[in-house]
T-cell receptor, first 113, second 112 residues
């Protein structure tokens, strides 16, 4: 166990659905990240939060909406997704935004139908 | 948490042999490098790191080599075991920056 949990582990949703992914870290870290891992590209950074403030939005479409209510929790709200958004969504945390080692959760495998 | 259908370079080794996984990085300003291991059903896990002021660092059964001249990184696994079967990612970062850049990964198969 890495100390980072993600729910759900698997999600199938239609293009008109709204769903949310949840991440929680039990490591006392201050920075949290969302990554996308797909069949066509390496790990892609989506969002970075440091002390609950978003510090990076890596040109992610607005159909992905992150939320970080506190340093331990991170959400990714999904709406009107496309089939090409099907991927593994990984959450990670680090001691601080500019910290080096990141701890990853197990990911949520998302399928958009 | 496995890499979803990536067409990755693959390395197949016999159990007990040594494995060498290579990586070319892109940013000359990167000064911190990390190797991650991703097993099926899990997210990437930290293995070992190295800073640019070093060219070699050893851990338990793993060694990372850094050649800054040609921007090349390698991971050596001694006495490879079936439990080492996974996808291995190199990553690069500038100290003080927030963005870690991951490579595409190499899939390691260990034959018993």
């Amino acid at each position: 166990e890495t100390g980072v949990t993600q729910t759900p582990r698997h999600l199938v949703m239609g293009m008109t659905n709204k769903k949310s992914l949840k991440c929680e870290q039990h490591l006392g870290h201050n920075a949290m990240y969302w990554y996308k891992q797909s069949a066509k590209k390496p790990l892609e950074l989506m969002f970075v939060y440091n002390f609950k403030e978003q510090t990076e939005n890596n040109s992610v479409p607005s159909r992905f909406s992150p939320e970080c209510p506190n340093s331990s929790h991170l959400f990714l709200h999904l709406h009107t997704l496309q089939p090409e958004d099907s991927a593994l969504y990984l959450c990670a945390s680090s001691q601080e935004e500019r910290g080096n080692e990141q701890y990853f959760g197990p990911g949520t495998r998302l399928t958009v139908t | 948490g496995e890499s979803v259908g990536l067409h990755l370079p693959t390395l197949s080794v016999q159990e007990g042999d040594n494995s060498i996984i290579n990586c070319a990085y892109s940013n000359s300003a990167s000064d911190y490098f990390i190797w991650y291991k991703q097993e099926s059903g899990k997210g990437p896990q930290f293995i070992i790191d190295i800073r640019s002021n070093m060219d070699k660092r050893q851990g338990q059964r793993v060694t990372v080599l850094l050649n800054k001249t040609v921007k090349h990184l390698s991971l050596q696994i001694a006495a490879t075991q079936p439990g080492d079967s996974a996808v291995y990612f190199c990553a690069e970062k500038e100290t003080g920056g927030f963005k870690t850049i991951f490579g595409a990964g190499t899939r390691l198969f260990v034959k018993a």
